[in-house]
């Protein structure tokens, strides 16, 4: 069998469709063994505000800068 630096190496000069052909087959494979996914990552409101928060002030500051570069209409 080959090295998995090898296999990475190989599997990264594969066309597209075949990249995600082999993401299947090794799903499918997780799968048949037993390999759970795991467990949805919990976040209370607070940090999901904060989040949104942040999110809005950066894209406040990017529409006041690009309106600034763009200058006057």
């Known amino acids: 069998m080959e090295t998995f ?8 000069e594969l066309p597209a469709e075949q990249k995600q052909e ?8 997780l ?10 990552r919990k976040f209370s409101r607070k940090e999901m505000a904060g989040w949104i928060a942040e999110d809005e002030e950066d894209m406040r500051r990017f529409r006041t800068q690009r309106s600034d570069e763009l200058g006057p209409t």
């Open 31 to 40: 799968r048949a063994e037993g390999g759970g996914l795991p467990q949805p």
């Open 5 to 12: 630096d090898e296999i990475k190496i190989a599997a990264g």
């Open 22 to 29: 082999l993401l299947l087959f090794l799903a499918a494979r």
